[in-house]
């Protein structure tokens, strides 16, 4: 009886958990696009060269650690051209007030 109730319980549990934790989290879907995206961003900034995102997804908070050069585990050479994204869809809110953005941007 008691195999039987887990039985029956058990994946149901596993499929409510994926239900609520797509709810909690819509980006997590897009995950895998999203690394892929910010490997592409940063090769692209390394070499100086313009990144035309053709209407990818990015988070604010990644372009915040970007420009801001904030985040301590980003670690990339900015090229002396800067960064120039186009045709980007940025997740989220980007306030850039009062940062100290040290190149050249173009978004």
């Known amino acids: 009886m008691l195999v039987r109730k887990i039985g029956f319980w058990f994946p149901l549990g596993i499929i409510l958990i994926l239900i609520l934790s797509a709810s909690v989290c819509p980006e997590a879907s897009k ?51 800067g960064v120039n994204i186009k045709n980007a869809t940025i997740i989220g809110p980007l306030d850039l007030k009062l940062a100290d953005i040290p190149y050249e941007v173009s978004l």
């Open 31 to 81: 995950l895998p696009a999203l690394k892929y995206t910010k490997k592409f961003i940063l090769s692209q900034v390394a070499a100086g060269k313009e990144v035309d995102l053709n209407n990818r997804q990015i988070t604010a908070e990644f372009l915040k650690c970007l420009l801001t050069r904030e985040c301590k585990d980003l670690k990339i050479d900015i090229h002396r051209h």
